[in-house]
């Protein structure tokens, strides 16, 4: 079976400046794959480029077809999610609204509903008429994922989702990422909280320097003092 997703030789640049140096990278269907590395290490950029968001060379791609040379828009309507570190919500539409600006028009429904976010996060049920901008950063991050989702994207590109949040939340968002792959969504996520993608992952990368430096699966890294002492600590 040929993976959902095929990066090979990828390099990405901002201006003059050059990122990314012929990363190498695959998710099968169904599969939770985390991509860890020091601030710097060119991940947040990795997954841009696969967005269409920065000048890139090399080769993305996503159910077969090729990504590099699309535009952001183009790519998201192949079924490509992306949920940026930022949390870029529509402060002044309320919750709510924001998921349905999510929904992406089809003939026929997609994987899932408004139920299926507020079953997923019931405070966003709670919140549905409250403007965006009033919510917790926890509540703002939950939206933005629910959001992504309601496009019914087959692959989801999860930038640092448990930056700033508590433990709690923390917690809810690894119940969430489980809940898409039950749902046979694929997931890259970005992260540097080394526990949680070693609890749900089935595989893990390790960048440094803009390059892919381990790969393999969390019980391989949590054996592997001398990379996770080269790429992770501080």
Aim: proline residues 3%.
């Amino acid at each position: 079976m040929s993976p959902i997703l095929h990066i090979s030789n990828l390099h990405a640049y901002y201006g003059k400046s050059h990122i990314l140096h012929g990363v190498d990278l695959h998710i099968d269907k169904g599969e939770i794959v985390s991509l860890l590395g020091r601030n710097g290490a060119g991940r947040s950029t990795l997954v841009k480029a696969a967005m269409g968001q920065v000048q890139a060379t090399g080769s993305v791609l996503f159910q077969g077809g090729e990504l590099i040379g699309l535009k952001a828009f183009q790519i998201a309507h192949k079924g490509l999610g992306y949920v940026p570190e930022n949390r870029d919500i529509f402060p002044t539409l309320t919750v709510e609204q924001n998921l349905l600006l999510g929904q992406k028009k089809r003939d026929t429904a997609g994987r899932w509903s408004l139920a299926d976010m507020y079953a997923l996060f019931p405070r966003l049920q709670e919140r549905r008429t409250v403007a965006a901008g009033f919510l917790s950063g926890g509540e703002q991050q939950m939206l933005t994922l629910c959001r992504s989702l309601m496009g019914d994207p087959d692959l989801i590109m999860i930038d640092e989702p448990t930056e700033g949040l508590a433990p709690k939340i923390v917690a809810l968002v690894a119940q969430y990422l489980l809940a898409l792959r039950e749902k046979g969504v694929s997931v890259l996520l970005v992260e540097q909280k080394l526990a949680i993608a070693l609890e749900i992952s089935q595989r893990v990368y390790v960048m440094g320097h803009g390059m892919i430096k381990f790969e393999g699966t969390p019980a391989q890294l949590r054996a592997d003092a001398a990379v996770r002492k080269e790429w992770l600590e501080v």
